[in-house]
């Protein structure tokens, strides 16, 4: 008898769509850094053929940048009773779920651009480190109070156990 994880349809809550212009800008920033980088090869040796790679680097980041706010639609979590569950990706979609009585540190950090836009990322890590969980774009009040929230549930929950 093997128990799978119910996903239900309904229910999450998503990013801000303020979320978008903070990816945007990160995609631009990388892609631009990237196509400099793979031109100095061509620009100091003169041999044509070289110009390919910029060129393959600049298609792969406009590609990037066109699926950002799609990208950015499939972030979303779900308060559940004993968990929260996190998911995003478009293509390899990732799910997870943290037991509230799990969690050790919840921590709001606030980039440059998203502090601008009134956005946080909320992140929170359990004892393995391999579901530590990020949930970027929350407007900065949403996060504040969802941080309070998981820890108070966590706290309940880890006073149970």
């Known amino acids: 008898m093997t128990d799978r994880l119910e996903l239900p349809e309904t229910g999450w809550r998503r990013v ?6 903070v990816d945007l ?3 631009i920033v990388t892609g631009v850094i990237l196509v400099i980088a793979t031109a100095i090869p061509a620009y100091l040796t003169d041999l044509l053929w070289l110009w390919a790679i910029p060129a393959a680097t600049a298609l792969i980041s406009l590609i990037t940048i066109a699926f950002v706010p799609r990208r950015v639609k499939s972030i979303g979590y779900l308060l559940r009773d004993d968990d929260i569950l ?4 478009l293509m390899f979609q990732r799910f997870v779920s943290v037991p509230y009585g799990r969690m050790q540190l919840v921590d709001i950090n606030r980039g440059p651009v998203a502090r601008m836009l009134g956005l946080s990322e909320l ?9 530590g969980v990020v949930i970027p774009g929350l407007a900065s009040t949403d996060a504040e109070s969802l941080r309070d929230r998981l820890v108070e549930l966590a706290e309940s ?3 149970g156990l």
Do not use: C, L, M
Request: aromatic share 12%; no cysteine; charged share 25%.
């Open 16 to 21: 801000s769509p303020k979320y978008i212009v």
């Open 157 to 159: 929950r880890r006073a």
């Open 86 to 89: 996190f998911r995003r990706g």
């Open 25 to 27: 800008i990160g995609a």
């Open 123 to 131: 992140r929170f890590v359990t004892a393995a480190a391999a579901t």
